[in-house]
């Protein structure tokens, strides 16, 4: 099963393959979060298997994570599309709408916990959006391992947080406030269910202030500003 593997992007937590039809994800730091990624992979298997929305559905539900030569492993069905960096605006109206989506397929399933709260992917963004293949439409979403309980406002404040540090800029990150509003608000403007503005924005600077984003974090500074100013 796992001949002529072909290293994918995995962010910079976790290792992907691909060969033929099937993806095999080794999860760094597997079994310190067990529990956290066998819930997102089997959410991931639901989202593919009973929504329009593309995922990656389980090779073998009876094993959404299993030990493997010391590692934690998931084998999953690819799910076809193309992954863009960065999105620009019309893109990001596309996610938005599918975030919608998303959280109104999600709505259907219980959470727990307090009223408001649904299940959220909490990184919706970057190369977890699949588009279909030469246009803006985004289609699918994968990578579930930080799905959590919270607000829709947490959600599009995490997203937003990734959309303003990676606002397109010249080299000397000489931003104007309407490249940070631009993309804000095609984000915002285009999620179709009802969320409380402010409580985006208090999420979009808490993720900013508290996270490093290496090389973006002088774009990360200015996004800060601007948001306190607003």
């Known amino acids: 099963m796992t001949k002529r593997l072909i290293r994918l992007f995995g962010g910079h937590r976790n290792s992907v393959y691909k060969t033929n039809s099937f993806v095999k994800v080794i999860w760094k730091d597997g079994f310190k979060r067990k529990k956290q990624i066998r819930q997102g992979v089997l959410l991931e298997n639901f989202v593919a298997a009973h929504t329009d929305i593309k995922a990656r559905i389980l090779v073998d539900k009876s094993k959404p994570v299993q030990e493997e030569n010391g590692k934690l492993v998931t084998y999953f069905h690819y799910a076809a599309g193309e992954i863009r960096y960065p999105w620009n605006l019309v893109e990001i109206a596309s996610a938005a709408n599918l975030m919608g989506k998303f959280h109104g397929y999600l709505k259907a399933r219980p959470s727990g916990g307090r009223p408001g709260l649904i299940k959220i992917h909490l990184d919706f963004a970057r190369g977890n959006i699949l588009f279909r293949p030469k246009t803006s439409d985004a289609i699918g979403v994968i990578d579930f391992e930080t799905t959590s309980s919270g607000p829709v406002e947490q ?76």
Not at 212 to 219: S, V
Request: glycine share 6%; charged share 25%; aromatic share 12%.
């Open 155 to 230: 959600e599009l404040g995490r997203t937003l947080s990734f959309l303003l540090i990676d606002t397109p800029t010249p080299s000397s990150f000489g931003l104007r406030p309407s490249a940070f509003a631009s993309r804000r608000d095609a984000l915002l403007t285009n999620y179709p269910l009802p969320f409380t503005k402010d409580d985006v924005i208090n999420w979009t600077l808490r993720y900013l202030t508290n996270e490093d984003y290496g090389g973006l974090n002088e774009i990360r500074s200015k996004a800060i500003i601007w948001l306190t100013k607003r």
